[in-house]
């Protein structure tokens, strides 16, 4: 199955090779990465360095940036079909998620649980952020 968007067919081909290995078929779904949402961004990279006139071959590094965020836009696109959150588009082409009301409830319910925030709390610690 070959995946289309709105980039050139040259872009699109080759970022089809990567969605005819199984490999990186099976990374996509052991990380929960939806594959439309990793091929348009994997698109958008190529893309990009099309548009400057560079060749369109992605190195590991930029693939592995552009997996990370393809893993975080499909987890963002999972709670907006649960209806927990919605987006708009802003003036720089990008996705602002915000909390629906069904998903502030949801907050609120799960700061009135201590074991929640107790992990919240430990995750704080942890990584010195949040």
Do not use: H, W
């Amino acid at each position: 199955m070959k995946l289309t968007n709105e980039y050139p067919e040259q872009i699109q081909n080759y970022v089809n090779t990567f969605f005819e290995q199984k490999f990186f078929l099976i990374v996509l779904k052991e990380e929960g990465i939806r594959e439309q949402i990793a091929f348009d961004l994997i698109c958008k990279g190529c893309f990009d360095k099309f548009i400057k006139g560079e060749n369109i071959d992605l190195d590991i590094d930029t693939l592995e940036k552009i997996l990370k965020k393809s893993m975080i836009k499909s987890i963002m696109e999972g709670l907006k079909d649960r209806g927990l959150i919605d987006s708009v588009i802003d003036e720089k082409d990008e996705d602002v998620y915000f909390p629906t009301p069904m998903g502030k409830i949801l907050i609120e319910k799960l700061k009135s649980d201590d074991e929640v925030m107790e992990i919240v709390n430990k995750i704080k610690t942890e990584d010195g952020k949040m």
